[in-house]
C-alpha cells in the first residue's frame, strides 16, 4: 500500500536537510533578506537560538498573498528563468521557509515596499494562522521559537549553547565577508556579538575584512588574485607563519556563495604543506568566480556545498595560485611577529627600579656586566670585501673590553663599499648563544635562527633533487610483496610511473598484489603496507595521487631536519654570510620546515622606537 505523505511531514524531512541547528535557521533568514535586497540585517538570539531567532531586514518585503504562499513548499520568487544553471540569488530552492515552520512556532511581519500597511502571519508546527494587521516601518520581520519543538528527536542533537553560538557566528561572519555592502548585528540575550557596518559604495572593500578577521592579518597577508579560462580567484591568505588551529577561519566562496568543498580546503591544505606546522591551518579568505555553467549549486539543500563541472582544473588552479603568491613572499615572516619581538627587546632600565640611572655604557664600567648577551666573534674572521683589517678597523677609545671589539667592528661595517655583495639579510655580524645569527643591512638588524634556516636550505635542495629525478634508490633484498584487493592493485598500477619518479619500483604480482623492488635510499626503513593503504585512501578521498609527493616531501623535511645545523654550532663570520647568501637564494626561506619563521627583522625605525627616540 502506497500512500502520499501529508504536507506537514514532508516539510519535517525537509527540515531535517536543511536545518541542522539554529545557524542553519539563520543562514536561510539572512539570505533571504540579502535576496529581498536588504541593507541592514539584524539578527537577535536567545539561548543560542534554541529559544528564539529573530531576523529584521529592510528589504523588498511581501504582499500579503505571498506572505502566505512563502510557507508553502517549492514556493519562490527567484526561480524566473526555469533555468538551474543561471541562478543569482542565494535561494532557490522555496523550501527554507515551510521546513523551518514545520519544526517550530513561527511568525512573519511584513510590509510590501510602497505600500503602506504591515501584516503579520503565524505558522506552528506547520498550520498557518490568519493574516493580522500589524506594525512595521519597512522590510520584513521572522521570528522563530522553540526551535525543533515539533521534532524533539532533533532538539537532542543540538550542543551547548557555547558551540552552537559559535555556529551561529561563523555563519553570519561568512555571509558578512560576500555583502559587504549589507550590514549586519547580532545579538545573543541582548548582548551585541557581531556588528558590521554597511558600506553601500563597497568603498573600501578591507574594512570587512578586518572587522571580521582582525586588522592584524589584513594587514600581513598575501594578496591572491589569479585568473586562468574564465575562472577568477581573489583574496587573502595569511603568511604560513600566521596559522590557527582550527579550520574554522578558512572563508571560501565560489560565485560569492559561502561554501565547504572539501576539495578546495584539501587543495589550501596542499599549497601551504611545505611552510606551515603539522596540524596547523592558514587564515583563508578566497573567492572563486566561476561561469554558471561550470558549477552546480543545487547538490546540497542547505546550498552549502558545490559541484564543479572540472573539479580537477579548479583544483589546479587554486594550488598553484596559492603556491605562487606563497612563494613570493616566502621570504616575509610576519610582522606581527616581529612586533612581538619588539615587545621582547625591552630596555634593561625598564625592568629595574627609574631610581636607578640607566645602565652606564660599556667602557665607563668595563667590570660590569650589564648585558648579558653571549656574543661571539670568530677571532678568525677577516671580511673578504673587506681591504681593512681587523686591526685597522678598529677605531675609537677603548681598549681590551670583548665586547668592545665587536661594537668597533659593527661601526666599521657601515663604511664597507661593497655594498652589491649583500642580500636582504645584509652582513652577518655575530653569533648569539651558539644558535642565532645577527646581522645588518642598511635599514634593518636581523636575527637569524640558523638551525631553522638551515633546515630549510637542505630541505629545498633534497626536494629539487627529488624533482629532478636523482634520487637514489635501493633495491631491496627481500622484495616487499603488499596484498590488496584487485580493484586497488588496478588503481594503483596506473600510478606506476609516479611511484618510479619517487624512487619506488612497483609492479604487478599475481592478482591481488603488488611487489616493491626497489625504494629512495633514504626511506629504506619504510613500512610499504601502510604506505600503499594510506596512498589509497587519499587517492579515494582526492581523486588523485597528490599525497605521494605530500608524503615523499613531509620525509624529506624530517630528514632535513636531522641533516641540519644544530642550534649550539659555533659558526664562524664567513660561515654565518654563507648561510645568509644560501637562505637569499633558497626559495620559502622565511620559515623552517615547520613553519616557524627563520629571521626577525628590527628596522632602524623599531630600533629607534625602542630606545624612544621617536
Ligand atoms: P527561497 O529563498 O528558496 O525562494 P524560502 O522558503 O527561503 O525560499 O522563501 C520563500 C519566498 O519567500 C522567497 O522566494 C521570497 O519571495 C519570500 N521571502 C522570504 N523571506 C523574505 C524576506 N526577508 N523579504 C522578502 N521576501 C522574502
Ligand atoms: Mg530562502
Not at 629512495?520 to 596512498?535: C, S, T, V, Y
Amino acid at each position: 500500500m502506497i500512500r502520499v505523505l501529508p504536507q506537514n511531514l514532508i516539510n519535517q524531512i525537509s527540515a531535517g536537510e536543511v536545518v541542522e541547528r539554529p545557524a542553519s535557521v539563520i543562514k536561510e533568514l539572512v539570505e533571504n533578506s540579502i535576496d529581498a535586497g536588504a541593507t541592514q540585517v539584524r539578527i537577535r538570539v536567545r539561548d543560542a537560538g534554541k529559544s528564539y531567532i529573530s531576523v529584521i531586514d529592510d528589504g523588498c518585503g511581501m504582499s500579503p498573498d505571498d506572505m502566505v504562499l512563502s510557507f508553502e513548499r517549492h514556493a519562490t520568487s527567484k526561480l524566473k528563468e526555469e533555468d538551474l544553471f543561471h541562478i543569482e540569488t542565494l535561494g532557490f530552492r522555496g523550501e527554507a521557509l515551510p521546513s523551518i515552520a514545520s519544526i517550530s512556532r513561527c511568525s512573519m511581519t511584513s510590509v510590501l515596499k510602497g505600500q503602506g500597511s504591515a501584516w503579520q502571519i503565524h505558522v506552528e508546527g506547520g498550520k498557518k494562522s490568519d493574516l493580522v494587521p500589524a506594525s512595521l516601518e519597512k522590510g520584513t520581520m521572522i521570528e522563530v521559537r522553540e526551535l525543533f519543538y515539533a521534532t524533539p528527536a532533533r532538539l537532542k542533537f543540538l550542543r551547548s549553547d557555547a558551540v552552537e553560538l559559535n555556529h551561529i557566528i561563523e555563519i553570519v561572519q561568512r555571509l558578512a565577508l560576500a555583502h559587504i555592502s549589507v550590514g549586519f548585528h547580532l545579538e545573543n540575550e541582548h548582548r551585541v556579538i557581531a556588528s558590521y557596518l554597511s558600506d553601500p559604495m563597497l568603498s573600501d572593500p578591507y574594512a570587512r575584512m578586518r572587522d571580521v578577521l582582525g586588522a592584524d592579518f589584513v594587514k600581513d597577508a598575501i594578496e591572491i588574485e589569479a585568473e586562468r579560462d574564465s575562472i577568477k580567484l581573489r583574496g587573502l591568505v595569511s603568511l604560513p607563519t600566521y596559522h590557527r588551529s582550527t579550520q574554522q577561519s578558512q572563508f571560501l566562496f565560489v560565485n560569492n556563495r559561502p561554501v565547504k568543498d572539501k576539495a578546495l580546503v584539501s587543495a589550501i591544505r596542499v599549497a601551504y604543506q611545505d611552510y606551515i606546522p603539522l596540524h596547523r591551518h592558514p587564515v583563508v579568505l578566497l573567492f572563486l568566480t566561476v561561469p554558471p555553467l561550470w558549477v552546480d549549486v543545487n547538490v546540497h539543500p542547505a546550498k552549502t556545498e558545490v559541484r564543479f563541472q572540472d573539479p580537477n582544473h579548479i583544483r589546479g588552479l587554486f594550488i598553484s595560485a596559492l603556491k605562487h603568491a606563497l612563494h613570493d613572499h616566502s621570504h616575509q615572516a610576519t610582522n606581527a611577529i616581529t612586533h612581538r619581538a619588539i615587545g621582547y627587546f625591552k630596555s634593561p632600565a625598564s625592568y629595574e627600579s627609574k631610581a636607578q640611572p640607566p645602565s652606564t655604557s660599556l667602557h665607563e664600567s668595563p667590570t660590569s656586566k650589564p648585558y648579558t648577551l653571549d656574543l661571539q666573534l670568530s677571532p678568525h674572521y677577516s671580511p673578504k670585501p673587506l681591504n681593512v683589517s681587523q686591526e685597522t678597523g678598529i677605531r675609537g677609545s677603548v681598549s681590551s673590553h670583548s665586547a668592545t671589539s665587536m661594537i668597533t667592528f659593527i661601526e666599521d661595517r657601515d663604511h664597507d663599499q661593497t655594498e652589491e655583495v649583500r642580500g636582504f639579510l645584509g652582513r652577518a655580524i655575530a653569533q648569539v648563544h651558539q644558535s642565532y645569527i645577527i646581522s645588518e643591512t642598511a635599514e634593518k638588524m636581523i636575527l637569524i635562527d640558523q638551525h631553522a634556516a638551515h633546515e630549510r636550505i637542505v630541505y629545498e635542495q633534497m626536494k629539487k633533487d627529488m624533482h629532478a629525478n636523482r634520487i637514489a634508490r635501493q633495491a631491496l633484498l627481500i622484495p616487499d610483496v603488499v596484498e590488496l584487493s584487485l580493484e586497488h592493485v588496478t588503481l594503483l598500477l596506473d600510478y606506476t610511473d609516479m611511484f618510479e619518479a619517487f624512487g619506488f619500483i612497483v609492479e604487478r604480482f599475481g592478482s591481488s598484489a603488488l611487489i616493491v623492488r626497489e625504494v629512495p635510499a633514504m626511506l629504506k626503513q619504510i613500512n610499504m603496507k601502510e604506505f600503499i593503504n594510506d596512498l589509497l585512501h587519499e587517492i579515494k578521498e582526492h581523486g588523485e595521487m597528490v599525497s605521494l609527493k605530500e608524503r615523499l616531501e613531509r620525509l624529506l623535511a624530517t630528514l632535513a631536519c636531522h641533516g641540519s645545523i644544530r642550534a649550539g654550532k659555533k659558526l664562524s663570520l664567513p660561515e654565518m654570510d654563507a648561510l645568509l647568501r644560501q637562505m637569499e637564494e633558497t626559495p620559502h626561506s622565511g620559515q623552517c620546515n615547520h613553519g616557524r619563521p627563520t629571521y626577525l627583522e628590527l628596522s632602524k625605525a623599531d630600533i629607534e622606537k625602542l630606545f624612544e627616540r621617536r
